[in-house]
Nanobody, 112 residues
């Protein structure tokens, strides 16, 4: 079964950190351009970050650049999103996507 499973979300105070994981089964993530998206309550889906296959070049939306880091571990067939300096506006359901496969999401809530 081809699937992506996100994990690592939770409740964190402003300024805190979380590391999200996107674990794949049935496909080799290293062969894919992998993206992270998020959707806040009442808002549309928003692209957050991406990592290219092969050269692992990374991209970020402006509001997270310098705070978030995307990376991959090919041995674990997993892509990570390290999120530092979290803000209330980062609160959302975070999804990873590879090809046409999207996971079920993991909730990130930033609140004091």
């Amino acid at each position: 079964q081809v699937q992506l499973v996100e994990s690592g979300g939770g409740l964190v105070q402003p300024g805190g950190s979380l590391r999200l994981s996107c674990a794949a089964s049935g496909l080799t993530l290293g062969n894919y351009y992998v993206r992270w998206f998020r959707q806040a309550p009442g808002k549309g889906l928003e692209w957050v970050s991406a990592i290219y296959a092969g050269n692992n070049i990374t991209e970020y939306r402006g509001t997270v650049k310098g705070r978030f880091t995307i990376s991959r571990d090919s041995a674990k067939n997993t892509v990570y999103l390290q999120m530092n300096g979290l803000k209330s506006e980062d609160t959302a359901l975070y999804y990873c996507e590879a090809g046409r496969i999207r996971g079920q999401g993991t909730q990130v809530t930033v609140s004091s």
